[in-house]
C-alpha cells in the first residue's frame, strides 16, 4: 500500500517549480510603489475593503500612538527592510489611502516572522501580526504575484500540510525546489544528500525517510473534507495551482467530491 503511495507522491512532487525560492524586483519599497502604481484601483479598493471587513480586525487593530515599542521587539526587523509599526500606520490611513496597504502586498508582509511578540508589547493593543495573517490570506485569496512568489518554494510543505496536517520530514530536505529561507547554495549541498545519510552509522536515520507520510486515512478524509467545505482547496489553486489540483486529486481518492 505505501510503497504504491509513495510513488505518487513522488510523481506529483516532480510537478513542482525546481527553483521556486528565486523573487526577483526592485528592493523595499520601491519595488511595492512602483506595482501599487500599475494596479487596478477597483482591486486594490476592494483588498482594504475585505480588510477591515474581516471580523478580526477590530480586535486586532487600534489607532497607533506611535511609540515603536513593536518594532523594537520584533526579530524581522533586525534581518529585513520590515517594522511592524509601518503596517499598523498603513492601515490607519488606508481608507483614505488604500494604496498603502497594497503595496504591503507586494512583498513587505511575507517578512513577518508571525512570532506576535508586537502584539505582546503594545500599549494600545494593535496586533500587527494579527493584520499580516489577514492580508497574507487576501493575498492567496486573489491570487496575488506576491503570494504565489513566495508560496512556491514551500509548494511542498504546503501540500503536505494540507493531506497529512503534518509538515515537513527528512525526505523533503532535497536538492528539488529548497526552500528560499535555506539560501542559494543548498541545492549544491543538496546533491549527494541520500548517499551522505546512507554513509552515517546512526540508527535514528533509518526507516525514517517516509514516516511523516503514514497518517490514519480517516484523518486525512475528515482534514481534507474541512478544507473543501472551508475554501482552502479553492483559495490554494488561485495562487499555487499545481499544489491546489494535487491535493484535489488526493481530496478525490478519499471519496472528498
Known amino acids: 500500500m505505501y510503497v504504491k503511495k509513495d510513488r505518487k507522491i513522488t510523481e506529483r512532487l516532480k510537478r ?18 512602483e506595482n501599487a502604481k500599475k494596479a487596478d484601483y477597483k482591486l486594490v479598493k476592494q483588498l482594504v475593503s475585505e480588510l477591515v471587513v ?34 499598523v500606520q498603513k492601515v490607519m490611513h488606508g481608507k483614505d489611502e488604500p494604496e498603502l496597504v497594497y503595496q ?7 517578512a513577518c516572522f508571525q512570532c506576535y511578540s508586537c502584539w505582546d508589547i503594545c500599549p494600545a493593543q494593535n496586533n500587527p501580526g494579527g493584520l499580516i495573517a489577514i492580508l497574507k490570506e487576501i493575498a492567496v485569496r486573489h491570487g496575488l504575484q506576491s ?11 504546503l501540500y ?36 551522505e545519510r546512507a554513509g552515517v552509522p546512526v540508527e535514528t536515520l533509518a526507516g525514517v525517510m517516509d514516516k511523516g507520510w503514514q497518517v490514519d486515512p480517516e484523518t486525512i478524509r475528515e482534514l481534507l473534507i ?13 495562487s499555487i495551482r499545481n499544489v491546489g489540483d494535487m491535493v ?10
Open 16 to 33: 513542482l517549480n525546481p527553483d521556486g525560492w528565486f523573487y526577483g524586483g526592485l528592493p523595499g519599497l520601491q519595488w511595492e510603489i
Open 54 to 87: 474581516d471580523e478580526r480586525f477590530h480586535e486586532f487593530y487600534h489607532a497607533c500612538i506611535n511609540c515603536g515599542n513593536c518594532t523594537s521587539r520584533c526579530p524581522a526587523f533586525r534581518f529585513a527592510d520590515f517594522s511592524p509599526r509601518v503596517v
Open 104 to 110: 504591503m502586498l507586494d512583498q513587505y508582509i511575507w
Open 147 to 157: 503570494a504565489r512568489k513566495t508560496l512556491e518554494p514551500y509548494s511542498r510543505v
Open 160 to 195: 503536505k500540510l494540507m493531506t497529512t496536517g503534518t509538515q515537513i520530514t527528512p525526505d523533503m530536505h532535497s536538492s528539488i525546489a529548497p526552500f528560499r529561507d535555506w539560501g542559494p547554495h543548498k541545492a549544491e549541498l543538496a546533491k549527494h544528500i541520500r548517499e
Open 226 to 238: 474541512i478544507e473543501k467545505e472551508a475554501g482552502v482547496i479553492d483559495m490554494v489553486k488561485s
Open 248 to 257: 484535489e486529486e488526493t481530496a478525490r481518492e478519499y471519496g472528498v467530491g
